[in-house]
DNA sequence: ACCTGAACACCGTTCAAGT
DNA sequence: ACCTGAACACCGTTCAAGT
């Protein structure tokens, strides 16, 4: 076994000379957590989940990374307030096409499901917890849809449930799915490559996955997505 | 700003003579691929995901860290294999139970449901990719329930991903609700909680959240995870 | 073939000190 | 009230060196 063990002394590190943030000049107005918010959504477009650190964040609020504690209590925190936050402006756009009840569910549905789509992070951190607007509205939303529809009271609650469970559920599925296409591999190529594995299965202990494993490159998510409302929509009694 | 940087020397840390691993003696066998996902599920389950460590793991193997690496490529990849390996063991315990399909159905759903209730952690990393054992033999279970069931071949394909897309989408949904239930509240204590918030909402925005917001806290979720199931059930047409 | 652990290049978070 | 960044206590991953 080895005896050397290790020791910080103090002394000058030609990696922190090179490196020394050559940032901008410090901003004059105080910071808010929409700004921070804002900023840390920009980040997670454009340069994915792992490229969030406070550092990063702080740089291009050009501020102190323990600035952004002040306004934030913490990473999951942030996380929370960003995937909302880009929830709540997906519901916001349907707000107003409200036309029949079906079609709305379908128009919120989708909303929701292309904002997954387009930042594929938002995935990663929800469920239902104290002060999530965005989801709240999605929420109500379909909750009064459902009323308008004319669903008695007591198959509501479970109706409600299953629809709101499946958006987010399988929304977040799908931007599972987003997320890991982004090197080397397209959408087409890793649905392709799962078609040929599923393609060369057992036929004796797989015979729907070598069926249906041709159907996989060309589908539409977005469409198999809408059938699924469907189906929930069709299992439904208005009276 | 301070002149004072950084740079590591050789000395005794005396930190690390305090801290040194008291690890048991080594062991003889060579490491295999299973009893590290084994263990990985023994941190998971009993001290949860962020316990999950490349040390804490190469201790209770009473082995290096770096070992690990000769087996699975990264963290990533070990979760991903823990998560598959519950999903697997659940749906291998339902296998031989196989009556009415739509009864199967419902037994591989509450399977997977439960098996994510029991190991939360599971919901964090999936998503349909190439060598998932598990999720693979879930896919097959519910396709071939369908096809038993008469569903027409041209609605086959987006029933079974409703159902599939719901069964998962809906347990990881649960299993993150679970997961942060663990530090003082209980989910009891979370729901009260949310269904105070939701009753306090202004009656013009949120009619719906106020109404619903009693029926939260006596809920069952796993009995309403099965309405769902059966809601989409309702929604198809056998021929 | 398989294991070891020093070393590297980071992290999130805290907190005394500043303005 | 709000910001700063050194310091702390970690991480995952690599890789030369061992057996």
Redesign the interface.
Known sequence: MSA??????????TW??ANKAPRAERRTEALSRLQIIEAAIAILDSQGEAALTFRALAARLSTGFGAIYWHVANKEALLAAAADHIVSAAVETTQLTATEPREFIRAVSLAVFDAFDAHPWVGIQ??????RVGM?QV??AI??S??ALGIPQQD???????LV??I???A??NA??AR?VHEGTTREG?LT??AE??GE?DAA?????R??AG?LPG?DDRQ??L??I???????NPR
């Open positions: 050397n063990y290790w020791i910080s002394v103090p002394f000058v590190s922190r000379m929800l469920s239902l917890s104290p002060g709240m929420f109500e909750g009064g459902l009323v509501r609650f479970d109706a409600w449930s299953a469970n499946y987010f559920g399988v977040s599925q599972a799915n890991r890793l490559e799962i594995r599923w299965l202990q797989y015979p729907f996955l069926e249906i159907h589908h198999q997505f059938a699924g469907d189906l929930i929509l069709a299992g439904l």
